[in-house]
C-alpha cells in the first residue's frame, strides 16, 4: 500500500521522478565502478574463466543442433552491432520525423549517441583485454569492459521501448513491448558469451550500464513532456 501511494506520488510530481531516476542511475554506475574496481585487480577472474568455460564445455557438441544454435548467436550478436542499432535509431526517428514528432526524434538521437559514446569511453579507460581462455567465435574491434554489445543495446531497445510503451493505451502491450526489448537485450549479452569475446563481467556491467541509461532517458523524456517540451504521450 505504501508503494502505491509513493508510485501515485511520483507519477503525479515528474520532478521528483526525475531525481530519484538520477539517485538510481549515479547508485548503478558506482556498482559499475565497484565492479571494475574488482575486475582490475583480478578478483573476478577465477570466475568469469569458470563461467565462459562452463558455456563452451556445454555448447561445443557436434552436429546439426550445434550448428543451428551457433548461426542464432551469430544473429544474435549482430543485433546488438553498431551498424544495425544505428539502422533501427535512424528508422525510428525517420518515422517519428513524418509523424511530426521532430523533438522526440532529436532526443532518442541525442539519448543513443551520448550513451554509446559513454560506453565507449568506459571501455578506453578499463582497456581490459578480450577473453582468452576459450577460442574466439566472433570478431571484435576493442577492448572488453564493459560489453559494448549489451550496453548498446540495453541503450537503444530498453529506451525506444519506454517510449512506445508511454504511447500506447494498453497496459497489457506496455508490458509486452518493454519485456520484448528486455528479452532482446539478454539474448544479445548472453551471446556474447556463448562466442567466447566477452567476460561473464563486461556483459553484466554493459547490462546495468544500459539499463540504467534507458531508465533515466525514459524518466528524462516523461519530465519534457511534463513541461510540454517534448510531444505529449498521447500525441
Known amino acids: 500500500m505504501v508503494m502505491l501511494r509513493a508510485l501515485q506520488s511520483l507519477q503525479r510530481r515528474p520532478d521528483r ?13 558506482l556498482l559499475v565502478l565497484h565492479l571494475a574496481s574488482e575486475v582490475g585487480a583480478g578478483d573476478t577472474n577465477a570466475f ?17 543442433g550445434f550448428h543451428a544454435l551457433y548461426k542464432a548467436m551469430l544473429d ?38 551520448l550513451g554509446t559514446f559513454a560506453v565507449e569511453t568506459l571501455k578506453s579507460v578499463f582497456d581490459r583485454p578480450r577473453p582468452n581462455v576459450v577460442a574466439h567465435w566472433a570478431t571484435f574491434s576493442n577492448t572488453s569492459f564493459p560489453s559494448g554489445h549489451a550496453a548498446d543495446s540495453a541503450i537503444v531497445y530498453l529506451t525506444l521501448a519506454a517510449l512506445v510503451a508511454r504511447s500506447v493505451e494498453s497496459s497489457g502491450l506496455r508490458v509486452y513491448v518493454l519485456l520484448a526489448a528486455m528479452a532482446l537485450t539478454l539474448l544479445i549479452g ?23 541509461w ?20 498521447g500525441d
Open 190 to 212: 548472453l551471446s556474447r558469451l556463448y562466442l567466447g569475446v566477452h567476460w561473464p563481467t563486461d556483459v553484466l556491467a554493459g547490462w546495468i550500464l544500459g539499463a540504467s
Open 76 to 113: 544474435f550478436t549482430a543485433l546488438g552491432d553498431v551498424t544495425t542499432l544505428t539502422l533501427v535509431v535512424a528508422l525510428v526517428a525517420g518515422a517519428l520525423l513524418i509523424a511530426r514528432k521532430a523533438a522526440m526524434a532529436g532526443f532518442l538521437i541525442a539519448a543513443s549517441l
Open 214 to 233: 534507458a531508465f533515466l532517458a525514459a524518466t528524462i523524456a516523461w519530465w519534457l513532456q511534463a513541461r510540454n517540451t517534448l510531444e505529449q504521450p
Open 17 to 29: 521522478a526525475l531525481l530519484l531516476a538520477f539517485g538510481i542511475a549515479a547508485a548503478l554506475l
Open 48 to 64: 568469469d574463466a569458470m563461467i565462459l568455460r562452463a558455456i563452451r564445455n556445454a555448447a561445443d557438441r557436434p552436429g546439426a
